[in-house]
């Protein structure tokens, strides 16, 4: 949920990718970086706001998880609309609304501003949701990466509006 610049904008988080600290490649907390000024929230505490640009161009969000220290986050690659439609075409433009982790952010006003902000606060908050069954969760390979790309990291809900990309093929099971 989101009341950033006065709007009211919500969504069910239907799309998200795990990147796993350290050891994980494609991380930005993966061991070869470290601790850095871009990167220094995912390293705790859990519940906070990693937003960083992508390509220089679409501002992106994460969810910090790990423990302290531990440099772990989940991207939120897509968001199905329930409210603010009309401040998504103000700030997108054109649909998709909230299909991929640049339009999502767009969608919900989030900028660097919101770089380390509490997810359980004003103006951004993620609130609990219904529970699914297994068969409605998908699983495949991350989107978009070079490195560690066929890592079952990703996860959706299937036939869900707001879905980034379907999967032409179902992951394979996490060889790490």
């Not at 790990?66 to 649909?95: N, Q, W």
């Not at 640049?102 to 989030?110: D, E, S, W």
Request: glycine share 14%; with cysteine; net charge neutral.
């Amino acid at each position: 949920m989101s009341t950033i610049g006065g709007a009211r904008v919500s969504g069910i988080i239907v799309e998200t990718e795990a990147y796993g600290g350290p050891e994980d490649p494609a991380s930005h907390a993966a061991t070869k970086a470290g601790i850095t000024d871009r990167n220094r929230v995912m390293f705790g505490p859990a519940g906070r706001a990693y937003v960083y640009r992508s390509y220089g161009v679409h501002w992106c969000l994460n969810v910090v998880t790990g423990r302290d220290g531990e440099g772990e986050a989940v991207l939120l690659r897509g968001v199905s609309p329930v409210e603010g439609v009309d401040t998504m075409r103000e700030r997108r433009g054109r649909p998709p609304w909230a299909e991929g982790p640049g339009r999502l952010a767009q969608a919900f006003g989030v900028t660097e501003a919101h770089y380390g902000h509490r997810f359980d606060a004003d103006p951004l908050w993620i609130e609990r949701g219904s529970s699914l069954g297994e068969e409605r969760v998908g699983v495949s390979p991350r989107i978009g990466i070079t490195v560690a790309a066929a890592w079952p990291n990703r996860f959706y809900v299937v036939d869900a509006e707001g879905v980034s990309r379907t999967p032409r093929t179902p992951a394979q099971p996490n060889s790490r």
